[in-house]
């Protein structure tokens, strides 16, 4: 059984920084793609930054380019996503989630950790 925790929200203020892991397990991710994904309150989910598994090619949004960094330790199966230079609309309840490399969808989902940044 695919399983994908997550870990490190919390609350900080604008210009902090914080690192968000996923663990996962279940499965072999070889041929995956680990992404992150947030939904803030009123707004739909969107995609924020994923890591192909097996080459490390990293993919972001517009909004997090140069602040947020997506990484793998393929020894902990555990996915990161370093978020630096927080500002209050990165607020949101942040996702790990993968999706096979063939597919679009994403096919596995965490329980999300939130992450609130003050003004």
């Known amino acids: 059984q695919v399983q994908l925790v997550e870990s490190g929200g919390g609350l900080v203020q604008a210009g902090d920084s914080l690192r968000l892991s996923c663990a996962a397990s279940?499965?072999?991710?070889?041929?995956?793609?680990m992404g992150w994904l947030r939904q803030a309150p009123g707004k739909e989910r969107e995609f924020v930054a994923a890591?192909?598994?097996?080459?490390?090619?990293?993919y972001y949004a517009d909004s997090v380019k140069g602040r947020f960094t997506i990484s793998k330790d393929n020894a902990e199966n555990t996915v990161y996503l370093q978020m630096n230079s927080l500002k209050p609309e990165d607020t949101a309840v942040y996702y790990c989630?993968?999706?096979?490399?063939?597919?679009?969808?994403?096919?596995?989902w965490g329980q999300g950790t939130q992450v609130t940044v003050s003004s």
């Open positions: 989630a993968a999706r096979s490399i063939y597919l679009s969808k994403y096919d596995y």
């Open positions: 890591i192909t598994w097996s080459s490390g090619s990293t």
């Open positions: 279940g499965r072999t991710f070889s041929s995956y793609v």
